[in-house]
C-alpha cells in the first residue's frame, strides 16, 4: 500500500512537482492533429499539464502551443483571430506566432521596439502520426523528436481515438500491467468472443489464467518490458510481451492478429487525463476490424456520430 506521500509524488504533475518535472522531459501529445485541422483554422483549448493552453496551426500549417492568456492584459487567447501566421488577441490585436514572438502590436507608435520585448508563454510542437506532440520541459533539456513505427503507417493502418477519463492518468495506466484483471473482467459466457483480442489467446481465458506460469519484469532504455508466460492447451505456451514508454505509454500487447496496441495516458490535471487509444497494422484494416475494435468486447463513451 502507497503512503499518501508516495501516491501524491506519483500522480501530482503540476509545474513544480517531481513527476511534472519528469514528463516535462519528454514530448507528449497534447492534442489530435484533426483538432487543429488546416492552416489559419479555429484554435483548441488544451490543458496539459495543468497548465491551460492553446493549440493553433499557423498559416503555414505549422502547430504551435501557446499560453491561454493574452501577456497583455489576460484576453482568452481562444477566441484570438488565426490569421497571416500568428494568433492575434482580440482584446487589443498584439498578435503571436508559433514560437510565441509578438510580430505585431498595433496602436504603438512609429519605430517603437516595445514589441520585440514581447513573447507568449510558447512550447514546442510538431505533427506526427495524427497527433501534435508537446515539449513542456525547459529548452536546455530539449529531447529528440519520437519516431514511433506507427507514425508512418497510413489512415488505413492505424485508428486513433481520444477519449477523456475522469481519473488520474496513474490509475488509467495500472491496468495495463495487471494481468489477473482480465480473466474475469473482460470474460464473458462466450470467452468475450466479440473481443479479437481475446479470439487470439483463445476464448476460455480462465484456462490460461490458471495456467500461468511466471510474469518478469525487465528494465529498458525507454522504459520497461513485461513478459507474461502462460500454458495454453497442453503443450504450448502463450508468452505475452508489453512495452512501456517513458513516461507514460503502455503497450498492451496484440490486438488481434497483426494488430498492435498502445494507449496513451496523459494528464489533464490531478484529476483527469486523456486516453490516447492507438491499434496499427502492416496490414490494412477492414471495416469489420476498426468496428470490432471500436467496440468489442469493451465499452467506451459514446464517440460523435461518423467518427
Ligand atoms: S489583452 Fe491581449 S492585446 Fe491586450
Ligand atoms: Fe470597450
Redesign the pocket.
Known amino acids: 500500500m502507497l503512503t499518501r506521500e508516495e501516491n501524491d509524488l506519483l500522480t501530482q504533475t503540476g509545474p513544480g512537482t517531481p513527476m511534472g518535472d519528469l514528463f516535462r522531459r519528454h514530448w507528449i501529445p497534447a492534442c489530435l492533429a484533426e483538432e487543429i485541422p488546416g492552416a489559419d483554422s479555429t484554435p483548441a483549448r488544451v490543458t496539459l499539464l495543468s497548465e491551460n493552453l492553446i493549440a493553433f496551426r499557423d498559416s503555414d500549417g505549422n502547430p504551435g502551443l501557446i499560453d491561454a492568456?493574452?501577456?497583455?492584459?489576460?484576453?482568452p487567447?481562444f477566441f484570438?483571430r488565426n490569421e497571416e501566421c500568428g494568433l492575434?488577441?482580440?482584446?487589443?490585436?498584439?498578435k503571436f506566432d508559433v514560437n510565441g514572438m509578438c510580430v505585431d502590436?498595433p496602436n504603438s507608435p512609429e519605430g517603437e521596439t516595445y514589441k520585440d520585448k514581447v513573447t507568449i508563454k510558447a512550447y514546442p510542437a510538431f505533427d506526427a502520426g495524427g497527433i501534435i506532440w508537446a515539449y513542456l520541459g525547459p529548452k536546455d533539456k530539449l529531447p529528440p523528436k519520437p519516431n514511433f513505427e506507427w507514425f508512418d503507417m497510413g489512415h488505413d493502418r492505424r485508428y486513433l481515438r481520444k477519449y477523456l477519463l475522469r481519473c488520474n492518468y496513474f490509475q488509467a495506466i495500472e491496468g495495463d500491467y495487471d494481468p489477473s484483471h482480465g480473466f474475469f473482467l473482460h470474460s464473458t459466457l462466450d470467452g468475450n468472443n466479440s473481443n479479437p483480442g481475446n479470439r487470439l489467446r483463445g476464448g476460455n481465458r480462465l484456462n490460461s489464467f490458471l495456467n500461468r506460469k511466471h510474469v518478469q519484469i525487465e528494465d529498458t532504455l525507454y522504459g520497461q518490458q513485461h513478459i507474461a508466460v502462460a500454458g495454453f492447451g497442453e503443450a504450448s505456451n502463450v508468452v505475452t510481451v508489453s512495452q512501456f514508454f517513458m513516461p507514460s505509454f503502455t503497450g498492451s500487447g496484440i490486438s488481434g492478429p497483426g494488430v498492435y496496441a498502445s494507449n496513451l495516458r496523459i494528464p489533464i490535471d490531478d484529476e483527469s487525463c486523456y486516453h490516447y487509444r492507438l491499434r496499427w497494422s502492416y496490414e490494412p484494416f477492414t471495416p469489420q476490424q476498426v468496428q470490432e475494435d471500436k467496440y468489442g468486447g469493451y465499452t467506451y463513451p459514446d464517440q460523435i456520430p461518423g467518427s
Do not use: E, I, T
Not at 492568456?69 to 484576453?75: D, F, K, S, T
Not at 492575434?88 to 490585436?93: A, M, N, P
Open positions: 492568456y493574452c501577456p497583455h492584459r489576460g484576453a487567447m484570438g492575434r488577441c482580440v482584446y487589443h490585436g498584439w502590436l
